[in-house]
């Protein structure tokens, strides 16, 4: 990795850029695939497939049938099934735990108003395939889909891995298609002759997936977040275990070589100590080749101060952010922008990957500015009731034919002055 001594302030924007190709260059190659599913459907499904996955399909193959998800439990040993079952207890119970009880607030005598949560109808989740078979996705996704009540949960995911048909049943996944890339976010947005078309879409992906969803979120589909290629930022001092912050930095790099890793620290024997363990590590990983090339985009800054180093993690906005500090939680309170948080020596991104409970879709590429990762909230819509009374109608009517007459609009006050003047017909004083 290279490593930054005192950078300025004026370079953070360029050390921190993230290894993306251009968004037009890209958004290019993905309007046409678009395009093709949505004119052609199952047909455009069959010819991209075979196209990008080297994949012959018939239309019949594009769904998994009830028997394959039901045969794919017998293909996994007892020792991840049980894993995955600890997993989803852990996911669910977080997450159930961010149910909100419906409370009416009445704002003056007789004005009540409240807020009801309903789950969105038809979600989509993609579960990407590439070199890893994202089992641990598909209950990121459809554990709050599952809890919030949705009603048709639509999987598509180019990977035949028992173990995302295992989890899909598991959640209650409805329908799962073999459609991945740009296309199953074409396909679930559009809908074809097999696919349903959904409301929302959720799930990472790669840059082109990404912009695939961006594009069809101009069109009025909505989608989770901008959720690419993985990262992750290390913030570590001397209390840290170097090989434990090599570790970290190397579980992220091994997604694939468009990820990107970053350390930070006040101390040069610490980054320097990181960076021969990580030399180590990353010999002895199956997947070397594809981390070596994301820690090819990835760098050890040196900073000065604890305060340079919070403003630099907070301009980075990273996805997954360790803090392997001695006062992590202190320092915890002090990020703004970031995906998701992990505290101390023992607390690996990994864990937050597969099993404490969190959920592990969340923003990167700088996102983290302005989007949460993936809730239960996600998953539903927030509808507001309100309830006037005769005697509310009274206490706040004035206020809004004030407010209407001052913008012209008659027609707004009107509708009060009518019910208000028959209330006075009605119920003289």
């Known amino acids: 990795m290279n490593i930054l001594s005192f950078p300025q302030r004026s370079e953070w924007p360029y050390l921190l850029a993230?290894?993306?190709?251009?968004?037009?260059?890209?958004?290019?190659?993905v309007a046409p695939i678009l395009e093709q599913v949505r004119t052609n459907g199952d047909v455009a499904l069959i010819e991209l497939a075979k196209k990008f996955d080297k994949v012959d399909l018939s239309v019949s193959q594009l769904r998994i049938d009830a028997e394959e998800l039901e045969a794919a439990e017998n293909q996994l040993g007892d020792e991840l099934k049980n894993a995955i079952r600890q997993a989803y207890q852990n996911i669910r119970l977080f997450h159930e735990k961010q149910k909100q009880p419906v409370e009416k607030i009445e704002t003056m005598p007789g004005v009540t108003c409240w807020r009801k949560s309903v789950g969105i109808e038809k979600v989509g989740l993609y579960i990407p395939g590439g070199t890893a078979p994202l089992f641990s996705t598909v209950l990121m996704l459809g554990i709050p889909a599952q809890l919030a009540g949705c009603r048709e949960i639509v999987l598509c995911t180019p990977s035949n891995h028992p173990a995302i048909y295992f989890a899909a049943k598991l959640v209650g996944v409805t329908k799962v298609f073999r459609i991945g890339g740009a296309q199953a976010v074409a396909a679930m947005a559009y809908g074809t002759e097999s696919v349903p078309k959904v409301y929302k879409i959720f799930g990472p992906g790669n840059q082109y997936v990404t912009a695939a969803k961006m594009l069809v979120a101009k069109e009025g589909v909505a989608i989770d977040m901008p959720a690419g290629p993985s990262e992750v930022a290390v913030y570590a001092d001397d209390s840290a275990v170097p090989a434990f912050v090599a570790s970290d930095l190397l579980s992220q790099a091994e997604h694939g070589a468009d990820s990107q890793v970053l350390l930070v620290s006040t101390s040069k024997k610490l980054i320097n100590s990181v960076n021969l363990t990580l030399s180590t590590q990353l010999s002895r990983l199956p997947r070397q080749e594809l981390a070596a090339k994301a820690l090819e985009n990835s760098k050890m800054i040196l900073v000065e101060t604890q305060v340079d180093a919070i403003d630099l993690l907070n301009a980075y906005a990273a996805e997954h952010l360790i803090l392997s500090i001695e006062n992590a939680e202190d320092v915890a309170e002090k990020i703004i922008n970031a995906g998701s948080i992990f505290l101390g020596n023992y607390t690996p991104e990994s864990a937050g990957d597969y099993a404490s409970g969190t959920n592990h879709t969340l923003p990167t590429n700088g996102f983290a500015r302005a989007y949460s990762g993936v809730s239960?909230?996600?998953?539903?819509?927030?509808?507001?009731?309100?309830?006037?009374?005769?005697?509310?109608?009274?206490?706040?009517?004035?206020?809004?034919?004030?407010?209407?007459?001052?913008?012209?609009l008659d027609a707004h006050k009107r509708a009060v002055s009518l019910r208000l003047a028959h209330l006075a017909e009605t119920n003289p004083a």
């Open 18 to 29: 993230r290894p993306v190709q251009s968004t037009k260059q890209i958004e290019a190659a």
């Open 376 to 408: 239960l909230d996600s998953f539903v819509k927030k509808i507001t009731v309100q309830q006037i009374t005769p005697e509310g109608l009274q206490n706040v009517g004035p206020t809004v034919e004030a407010m209407a007459e001052a913008e012209s």
